[in-house]
């Protein structure tokens, strides 16, 4: 197998193909990062789609998430029971899995770029910037948000949607408890930030969803870092697209797949895309293999679990963040505020509850409430 990308999905493929048994070459265009934009947020149930243990990647245990309004009108989620709320840090979470996945034979070359792909005799020929060419059975694309071969081998949607972030890691907490993540809403227009905290740092998000809103004002963001806590700051940020759900499409042709980011499925209230890309990557194994025992033809199975297990999801995702983030105030006070609301929202981001779970929810209160 060929993968190209090794980020999160990249390596996270990779492993689980590996601990198969099938021989895996992973092609990375970056010689080395030691800044992963991504705040690191994930729902522990997420453990089980993955074959190694992540525990040391772990930097905090979420109890609580809070929500405010401009820095004021707080609500708080109480994430009671089993820590099911992690933040790791995604440098060490993505070298663990690389470092885990070359213990199992997996072979990395980087920074190198692929130039070309053709088919030939029923193999994937793969032309890459260091004039070699490697010959595959199967290809994965998990080349992230900015993916240039999932539009060459028409994964996913046309037109990706994206959504645009700035992030940034600051020293110390602030105020942010060790065991909170802060979600702010308000000042952003069209999205709201975010403060994820690591042991010894804080990981601020900002991010705006819908009409390809900027995060250009200053003032606005130096607001934003000032309501975590933090009076005397400089830091250095980075702007990253972010490719977003945006509707069901073929993931996978013959013999080719994408998964993560790659595959548009991060999802486009909240920016979740380690979720996504555990599952997509976990599939994707199980996928070819099965393609490869003989017990299914081809791989279009890939995207029916995709869709059942995720898409179904992102759809609700979606129409929720169109309403919510064009009427934020009252998105605010009815999506938040609401006395279940915060409990359902812990749910969500736990991997408990899905948008479609809500949704139905919220359809049956409509109905029961007008006597339907
Ligand atoms: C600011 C921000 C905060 C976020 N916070 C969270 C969060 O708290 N929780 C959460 O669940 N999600 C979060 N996300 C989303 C999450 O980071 C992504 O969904 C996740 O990184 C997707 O992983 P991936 O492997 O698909 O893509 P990536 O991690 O982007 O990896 C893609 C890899 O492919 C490589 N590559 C790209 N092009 C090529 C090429 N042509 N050839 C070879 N290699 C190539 C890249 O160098 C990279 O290593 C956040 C995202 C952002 C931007």
Excluded at 236 to 256: E, Q
Excluded at 274 to 296: H, M, N, T, V
Aim: charged residues 25%; proline residues 3%.
């Amino acid at each position: 197998m060929v993968i190209i990308g090794g980020g999160l999905s990249g390596s996270s493929t990779a492993l689980n193909l590996s601990k198969k048994g099938y021989s895996v070459l992973i092609i990375e265009k970056e010689k080395f990062q030691d800044y992963i934009p991504c705040a690191g947020g994930m729902a522990s149930s997420m453990q089980r789609f993955l074959p190694l243990d992540i525990k040391d990647s772990i930097e905090s245990k979420i109890k609580n998430v809070e929500f405010r309004w401009k820095a004021t009108d707080n609500v708080t989620a109480d994430l009671t029971g089993e820590s099911p709320f992690w933040i790791i840090k995604r440098e060490k979470f993505d070298q663990l899995l690389l470092d885990e996945s070359v213990r199992n034979g997996v072979q990395i070359i980087r920074p190198v770029l692929v130039e070309k792909i053709t088919r030939k005799n029923d193999k994937w020929e793969i032309t890459c910037t260091n004039k070699n060419i490697y010959i595959s059975e199967f290809l994965v694309v998990a080349d992230g948000s900015q993916s240039k071969w999932a539009g060459y081998f028409k994964l996913g949607p046309r037109k990706p949607k994206f959504a645009n972030t700035i992030s940034l890691r600051l020293r110390g907490l602030g105020e942010i408890p060790r065991d909170v993540v802060r979600f702010e809403f308000g000042f952003i227009k069209y999205g709201f930030a975010w403060a994820f905290p690591l042991k010894e740092s804080l990981n601020i998000g900002l991010g705006t969803f819908i009409n390809n809103g900027v995060l250009e004002n200053k003032d606005i963001n130096n607001k934003v870092i000032r309501s975590f806590g933090f009076d005397d700051f400089s830091y250095k940020t980075i702007n990253k697209k972010l490719r977003i759900w945006n509707g069901t499409h073929p993931i996978n042709g013959d013999k080719v797949l994408a998964v993560g980011d790659a595959a548009s499925l991060c999802d486009p209230f909240l920016a979740e895309g380690i979720r996504p890309s555990l599952i997509s990557s976990f599939y994707a194994a199980e996928c070819i293999d099965q393609c490869l025992a003989g017990k299914i033809d081809d791989l279009n199975l890939y995207t029916k679990k995709i869709n059942n297990n995720w898409g179904r999801s992102m759809a609700w995702g979606r129409r929720i963040a169109q309403v919510f983030y064009r009427f934020p105030r009252t998105g605010y006070q009815l999506g938040v505020k609401r006395k279940t609301a915060p409990k359902r929202i812990a749910q969500i981001l736990s991997g408990e509850m899905s948008y479609e779970d809500i949704a139905k929810r919220v359809i049956k209160r409509l109905l029961t409430k007008r006597g339907i």
